[in-house]
């Protein structure tokens, strides 16, 4: 505050808080005019303010200058008084600076809040319901979602921007919001400006008046989620379809088959057909996995030609494939399955190549068989397992001696694992002779079951349910054992012939086994002599090659068995030196009625010479027969003539006679 001459308009007293302010001394006071601590624009203004008491009684806005030159926004007040005997007039100044310094600052903080509304990555709005819906505001996001800009929605109520759709929805979900206190949200599909669709998932809630009167804003935040939810449909169908054949895959297959059974009637029938490629396996190795791969699409594409609009075709993984039917107007699986299969006998074209391919089929229907999906599922296995026993490339319907069946294979299975712990397994060993003198060159050991009911079991009955339950693997690792320990006690001059099934080829410790009975038997490892059968070149040779290489470099000997009877091709013969061909017993049988068989026989003895193994024959049982072998050049025979496959105890009676024989 100050007092000031009007005339000379010189300061008459100021008080402290002028002093602070301006930074004037009071003596420097003494000698100024309130001129002095203005801008020269404004003195002018002063002088004529003074001079019409136009800033007396009422508060008026100036620019003031500090000693330093500082220039400070005041408001001044003037008021008219008596001083020191004359008219004088008092100011109150009140400084601005600060205040304006403070407004400046929420004008940036509020432009600042702006910004980031503006520039969230959500949409966020607020609507006025007493307006009709005017957005109050509208941020980027939001134009930038529906395809509308906030210049086209400022002020505007949403009937001028949205379509009458576009605005029931939203009008709906404010009803939601108005009618609780809380938030709502949802995810709905919305409608773009430009007709397009956009998942949104908006959260709306009601502002609350701050002076308890009716609400009047909805406030919204809206997330454009329809990439999010595109890639989630594209993983879902991922996960239920199978990515190389584009079929639906085993989830997939499973869910459906659980409803289509329970959907079934007697008079709205479903078929199961479980369909697999014969040797598939052989294809993949022989041809490579592209090529494996092409066979595959190339039979989902026929599967498909064939069925109905309606069917389900599916892969179940590797060369398993099933196929779901509705069996209405007496449509029958039978025909599908023979189309299926005709279709499927066509060559195939793999790499230019045609490739002749078989599949076998089995079928159950629901609710016939049965009514549910996991009863279903076990038939038409049953049914598909039959059918490859039935020589493939055939198809078989489900029947209930199946099931019987494969429940005995089941227990026997059982009674097997339970074999193998009692010890009821026998090795009998029948004697492999020399064919130019009587001298015994060893044994080949044949395993049998002393079933305690059942009594003696052989081989047949049971091997191939251990091959396929993977039991043959103990069973032939006790075999091996049994047969090395016993030859061990033998003359050194006697070999023990082993079989081996090719199941046992896939085993990964079938060589450690062998070196471990040779080992612990002590076993010279030339007089141990493994038998396959030409089975073992069907599957995989890029396996059972370097396999059976290890084997001779073990020292073993390998035999090839049954030779004659597996496979239509001689050329493995070339790939693998077996040390020794026996000959199948069903040619030595033929000598004397079938030209054929002497034929081979002869031509076996020439393979055997020329790629230096030796000849055996199996199955000898007449004298003629062992004449014809001897007359034709076979090395060694095997058979009921010379002797039938006997316990243990027996060799050993034999062997001291043969070499009492020989002495
Ligand atoms: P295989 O290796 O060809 O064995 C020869 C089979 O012919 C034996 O049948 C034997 O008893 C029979 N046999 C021998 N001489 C004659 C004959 O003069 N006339 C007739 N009709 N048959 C004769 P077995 O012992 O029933 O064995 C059958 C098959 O079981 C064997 O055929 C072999 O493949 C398999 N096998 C036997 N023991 C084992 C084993 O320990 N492991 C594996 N994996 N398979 C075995
Ligand atoms: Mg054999
Ligand atoms: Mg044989």
New binding site residues.
Partial sequence: MWIYDPLTYRFLIVNDAAVDLYGYSRRAYEQMTVLDIRPASERQRMVDAVARRSDVDRAERWTHLKADGTVLDVFTYGRELPFEGRQAILAIVQDQTEVNAARQQVTETQTFLDSIIENLPLAVFVKDIEQDGRYVLYNAACGNILGTTSEEIAGGSERTVFSERQMTQFRKQDERALATSGTVSFEETVEDCSGGKRILRTAKRVIPACNGGRPRYILGISQDVTAERETEARLVVMAMHDALTGLANRAYFSDYIRSAALAATKDAPVALLYLDIDHFKSINDSKGHAAGDALLCQVGDRLLSIVRQGDLVARLGGDEFAVVLQLTDGRSAEDVAERLLAALRVPFDLDGAAEHVTCSIGIARAPEHSADDDGLMRDADLALYAAKEGGRSTFRIYRPEMRREAERRHDMKLALHHALEEGQFEL?Y?PIYRIDGPDLAGF????RWNHPERGLV???DF?PVAEETGL?VPI?EW?LNEACRTAARWPAHLRVA????VS?FRDAGLLDAMRRAIDDSGLAPERLEI?ITESVFLTDVAHSLPLLRAMKALGLRIAI??FGTGYSSLSYLRSFAFDKIKLD?SFVSGIETDAGSLAIIRAVVGIGSGFNATTLA????TEEQLRALRREGFAEV????LG??RPVGDTEALIAATDALAA
Avoid: C, H, K, T
């Fill in positions: 009998y029948q080949e050991a044949l395993i052989g081989p047949i091997i043959i032939g075999a082993v079989n081996l099934s046992q038998e068995d049954d017993r199996e199955g000898v049982e095997q058979g009921y003539l039938r496959p």
